[in-house]
């Protein structure tokens, strides 16, 4: 009786990432890929506001390092576009001043 749970204590499993052989005892722990696996693409909780004026709230996203990457990479484009968008809104003005001028 205890030698088959010894057996299943060190039963292997196929990876469903790198298929490489992991134990079914992870599995059961609650991690679905090998323990290479895990530590290429551990998870990252990132905060991230949501909402407009007085109803925002902060929500977590949950993304591997990959995903949190490529989040990281698109911040960094966001942050860089805000400012052409300000002077967007400042052309969008422009006409009514320039017309004013006119007259
Ligand atoms: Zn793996």
Not at 74 to 97: C, H, V, W, Y
Request: net charge neutral; aromatic share 6%; charged share 30%.
């Amino acid at each position: 009786m205890y030698q088959t749970k010894t057996m299943e204590k060190f039963k292997m499993m196929e990876c469903p990432q790198c298929t490489n052989p992991m134990p079914v005892k992870r599995r059961q722990l609650g991690y679905h890929v090998c323990v290479n696996c895990s530590t290429e693409s551990a998870k990252r909780g990132i905060p991230v506001m949501r909402g407009t004026g007085d109803h925002t709230w902060v929500d977590l996203e949950v993304m591997t390092q990959e995903q949190f990457e490529r989040y990281e990479e698109m911040e960094n484009k966001t942050k860089s576009e805000i400012r052409p968008n300000k002077q967007d809104k400042d052309n969008l003005q422009g006409p009514f001043t320039i017309v004013e001028t006119d007259n």
